[in-house]
Every structure is written in structure tokens, then in C-alpha cells.
Nanobody, 126 residues
Framework: VQLQASGGGLVQAGGSLRLSCVASGRTFSSYAMAWFRQAPGKEREFVAGINRSGGSTAYADSVKGRFTISRDNAKNTVYLQMNGLKPEDTAVYYC????????????????????WGQGTQVTVSS
């Protein structure tokens, strides 16, 4: 299984970015997907997740109302639209695929995911 994340960059506070993650090697539409992030000196944290159909999503409180996760099963791709970016959003963002297929509830724990992308850096300047 391979996950290829892209779309990171440097943006001013209040700006927007859209991250993409293309998956291969697994039946994409059978698995929930998620985005996590890790800032320097901090643990990796859940940002957003989406179930296999896209009908259920979950967000960290810190990004609710600003970030939107979506997926296109025909393109094996999950997206993270990030609006209203803040300096505290600065981190390396990772996409991940759930360990178990056919789940209904989106898990927020890192142990619920078994394959991870290489990460894409997001830097928000003040």
C-alpha cells in the first residue's frame, strides 16, 4: 500500500491550502481515511477522518469549521481543504488508511491506521 500526499506549502495566516493523498495497493473505497499532523516537539495528532463512503466525517476541535475532508473513490484520493489557516496549524501533515475495512465509525486514534503517507509540510506565517 502506498500513500502519496501533496499540496503543502507556505501560506500567510488566513490563507488556504488543499492537501491531496492518492492511495494505491488496496481497495480504496473499502477503508476509512484520515489526516494527522505533527508539529516539531509534539506528538502526532488527529486532524480529520472520513469513512469509506464519505458519509461520515470527524474533526479535531481545533480545526472544526475551518477544515473539510472529502474523498473521491473513483480517483483513490482523499483531500483536506484548509481555510482560515493559523500559525498553530504549522506541521507536517500525514494521510493514513484505516487498518480494518468496512468500518462505519471514524476512529481518531493513530493505532487505528496502518499505512501512512510520507507527509507534506504546511507552514503558516503570521
Amino acid at each position: 500500500v502506498q500513500l502519496q500526499a501533496s499540496g503543502g506549502g507556505l501560506v500567510q495566516a488566513g490563507g488556504s491550502l488543499r492537501l491531496s493523498c492518492v492511495a494505491s495497493g488496496r481497495t480504496f473505497s473499502s477503508y476509512a481515511m484520515a489526516w494527522f499532523r505533527q508539529a516539531p516537539g509534539k506528538e502526532r495528532e488527529f486532524v480529520a477522518g472520513i469513512n469509506r463512503s464519505g458519509g461520515s466525517t470527524a474533526y479535531a476541535d481545533s480545526v472544526k469549521g475551518r477544515f473539510t475532508i472529502s474523498r473521491d473513490n473513483a480517483k483513490n484520493t482523499v483531500y483536506l481543504q484548509m481555510n482560515g489557516l493559523k500559525p498553530e496549524d504549522t506541521a507536517v501533515y500525514y494521510c493514513a488508511t484505516a487498518k480494518s475495512p468496512f468500518g462505519i465509525v471514524v476512529t481518531t486514534a493513530t493505532r487505528g491506521y496502518d499505512y501512512w503517507g510520507q507527509g507534506t509540510q504546511v507552514t503558516v506565517s503570521s
